[in-house]
């Protein structure tokens, strides 16, 4: 990473989504893939969910829908394995994307 840092394995990630009636947060215990000097990014896969906070039940982010995520991977800026939480579109969960941004590794 930047500045000459290492990669480690077994970090967690936070992605939060916003809806027009809930916040929901969920943290992920990942694996790095590979590092992307390039675009300072990092391509990890979603190994387990480790927690979900909402402030309400919300159906278009469902704890079913968060678990679904576990085995896919992900490009995220490298700040996000220090803990940042990434602020995502309600449309990376529900395919309104061009691009997905979870996807599978080929």
């Known amino acids: 990473m930047a500045g000459g840092d290492s990669i480690e394995q077994g970090n967690t ?15 992920y215990r990942i694996q790095v893939l590979r590092y ?19 402030n ?8 079913e829908i968060l678990r679904s995520l576990v085995g896919k991977c992900v490009r995220v800026p490298s700040e996000a394995l220090n803990g940042t939480t990434l602020l995502l579109k309600v449309a990376t969960l529900t395919g309104g994307l061009a691009r997905p941004y979870f996807f599978d590794e080929a």
């Open 13 to 27: 990630i936070r992605f939060a989504w916003s809806t027009a009636s809930s916040r929901i947060q969920a943290t």
């Open 56 to 63: 309400q039940p919300d159906e278009a982010v469902s704890d």
């Open 36 to 54: 992307e000097a390039g675009g300072d990014r990092c391509v990890c896969r979603l190994v387990e969910l480790i927690s979900v906070d909402r």
